[in-house]
C-alpha cells in the first residue's frame, strides 16, 4: 500500500561542475516546508548520484530534514551535448551543461496524487502554492509570467517563434495523477524523443533542448490544437533574468539588483519580500545561500498587525 | 555635470525605485487575494464581495458563483463571505501600512529599508 503523502512538490536536480542545483533545491525544499507548511515526505527531488555524494558531504542534516530522494541514472551523452549559455550577470557568461532530460518522467516519478513540480531556483517565499491543491483543473502552468522589474520586456519570451504557438513556462507545474495528466507527459517525452521533427513543425529554434518548448507544443496538442488551451496556475510567476544579481538576504527580504533595460551594466535595487519567484542566476543565489539558510532556520516575525479600520460584525452587520 | 542636473537624475533613480517598489507591494496584495476554495480560484475584490453581500441579503444559502477560470463553483455563502472578508480586509491592511510607508520614503535607500551606509 502507497503510503506516500497525497501532495507534495516535485524538484529536478542535477549539478553541473558550476552550478550546484541539489543545494538551491534543498535549500528550496526547506522554504517551502517553512511556508506551505508541509513535511520532509512531501518534498521529492530527483537527482544524481554524484550530485548526491557531493552535497552529503558537506550538509548531511540538510538534505535529510529537507526532501526524499529519488537518484536517477545520467545520461552522459545528452549531458555533455545538451550546453547552454548561463550568465552570471553579462559580465560573465559560460557555457555548461543543462541537464533537463527527465523532467517529462514527473508523472512517473512523483509520489503524489498530486504534485507542484518547480524548478529548484523558483523559490518559494510565500503559501501562494497552496492554493493549487485540490483544484479542478488538473494540470496547471503558466504562459503569463511577470519580470520583478515592472518596465522591462521581453516580447520574444511570449511564443515559440514570432508567428508561433504560446510558450508555457514549465518553471511551476501543478497536474494530479489522472489517465488525462499521463497522457500530457507521453506527449512530453513524445516531443522530446523526436526533436527534429517538432522543431521543424513548430519552427522554433532547437540549440539546446529547453522543457518549456516541450511542454508547450505538448500543451498545444493536448488542449485541442487550441492555443493557451491549459489553464494557467492561480499564481502569478515572477522572474528574475540571468542578467540580474542579488546583493543580499536580509531577513525575509531579498535585495535585488535588476538591470535597467536600455542600460546593461546599469542596476536598480529592489526589495522583494513575501513573494514567490524564479531567481535566473543560480551563482547569485549562491553566494547569498548563507542568508537563506537563517532566513530558513528564522522562527516566524510574530503577527503584530497594526490595524487602520478593523473590520467588527457592527460591519458586517 | 551641474548639481541641477545631478539631483534631477538623482530624483529619477528615485522615482524609478519607488515605481517598482510600489509594483512589489501591489504584486504581493494580488496574490494574497487569490482564494482557492472547492476546487476553484477566487480573486477577491469589490465585486465578489459585493454579489456575495447581495444575495446573502436576498436570503441565498447556496450558490454557484464564477471562478477565475469561469468554471462554476458551489460554495456556501455565508462561510464564503466571512472568508473573503477577512482576507481582504487583513490583506488591504497591510498594503496600505505599508503603501503609507514607502510613500513617505524620500530616499531611495529609505524606499529600500536600507541603512543608507549600505547604500553607499
Not at chain 1, 497552496?130 to 519570451?157: G, I, K, Q
Request: aromatic share 12%; net charge negative; hydrophobic share 35%.
Amino acid at each position: 500500500m502507497n503510503k506516500a503523502p497525497k501532495q507534495g512538490i516535485l524538484m529536478f536536480a542535477h549539478n553541473n561542475q558550476e552550478i550546484n542545483y541539489l543545494e538551491l533545491a534543498v535549500l528550496n525544499g526547506l522554504m517551502a516546508q517553512k511556508h506551505l507548511g508541509i513535511t520532509t515526505e512531501q518534498v521529492t527531488i530527483v537527482t544524481d548520484q554524484s550530485s548526491l555524494d557531493f552535497c552529503k558531504s558537506y550538509m548531511d542534516k540538510e538534505l535529510e530534514k529537507a526532501a526524499k530522494y529519488i537518484v536517477v541514472n545520467t545520461d552522459f551523452i545528452f549531458k555533455h551535448s545538451n550546453t547552454r549559455l548561463f550568465k552570471d550577470t553579462q559580465h560573465s557568461p559560460k557555457v555548461l551543461p543543462f541537464y533537463n532530460i527527465n523532467r517529462c518522467d514527473a508523472y512517473d516519478l512523483s509520489p503524489y496524487q498530486e504534485t507542484i513540480m518547480v524548478d529548484a531556483d523558483y523559490l518559494i517565499m510565500s503559501d501562494a502554492l497552496n492554493n493549487c491543491w485540490a483544484h479542478n483543473n488538473e494540470l496547471m502552468m503558466n504562459w503569463e509570467y511577470s519580470d520583478v522589474m515592472a518596465t522591462r520586456e521581453f516580447p520574444e519570451l511570449a511564443r515559440l517563434n514570432p508567428l508561433g504557438i504560446t510558450m508555457y513556462w514549465a518553471t511551476v507545474v501543478y497536474f494530479r495523477k489522472t489517465p488525462e495528466v499521463e497522457t500530457f507527459f507521453n506527449m512530453v517525452k513524445h516531443v522530446k524523443d523526436n526533436r527534429e521533427y517538432y522543431c521543424e513543425l513548430y519552427k522554433y529554434n532547437d540549440g539546446v533542448y529547453r522543457n518549456d518548448y516541450s511542454f508547450s507544443i505538448a500543451a498545444h496538442q493536448w488542449g485541442g490544437f487550441h492555443d493557451k488551451g491549459v489553464a494557467q496556475l492561480p499564481v502569478k510567476v515572477y522572474k528574475t533574468f540571468d542578467n540580474d544579481d542579488i546583493y543580499k538576504m536580509e531577513g525575509q527580504s531579498m535585495y535585488l539588483y535588476l538591470e535597467k533595460p536600455r542600460s546593461p551594466g546599469d542596476f536598480m535595487l529592489t526589495k522583494w519580500d513575501g513573494v514567490d519567484i524564479h531567481i535566473m542566476n543560480k551563482w547569485a543565489l549562491g553566494r547569498i545561500s548563507q542568508g537563506i539558510r537563517e532566513y530558513i532556520n528564522s522562527e516566524p516575525e510574530p503577527q503584530t498587525t497594526e490595524w487602520v479600520i478593523k473590520r467588527t460584525a457592527e460591519v458586517d452587520a | 555635470m551641474s548639481a541641477k542636473l545631478t539631483k534631477a537624475l538623482e530624483f529619477a533613480n528615485y522615482r524609478a525605485t519607488m515605481n517598482n517598489q510600489q509594483a512589489k507591494l501591489k504584486a504581493k496584495a494580488e496574490g494574497l487575494l487569490t482564494y482557492s476554495v472547492n476546487g476553484g480560484s477566487f480573486k477577491i475584490d469589490r465585486t465578489l464581495i459585493t454579489f456575495c453581500k447581495t444575495l446573502l441579503n436576498d436570503g441565498t444559502e447556496v450558490a454557484v458563483l464564477l471562478d477565475v477560470y469561469d468554471n462554476p463553483i458551489l460554495v456556501e455563502l455565508k462561510e464564503f463571505y466571512d472568508e473573503v472578508m477577512s482576507r481582504y480586509f487583513e490583506v488591504t491592511n497591510d498594503y496600505y501600512l505599508e503603501y503609507e510607508k514607502l510613500r513617505k520614503s524620500r530616499k531611495t535607500h529609505k524606499v529600500l529599508d536600507l541603512n543608507s551606509e549600505d547604500d553607499e
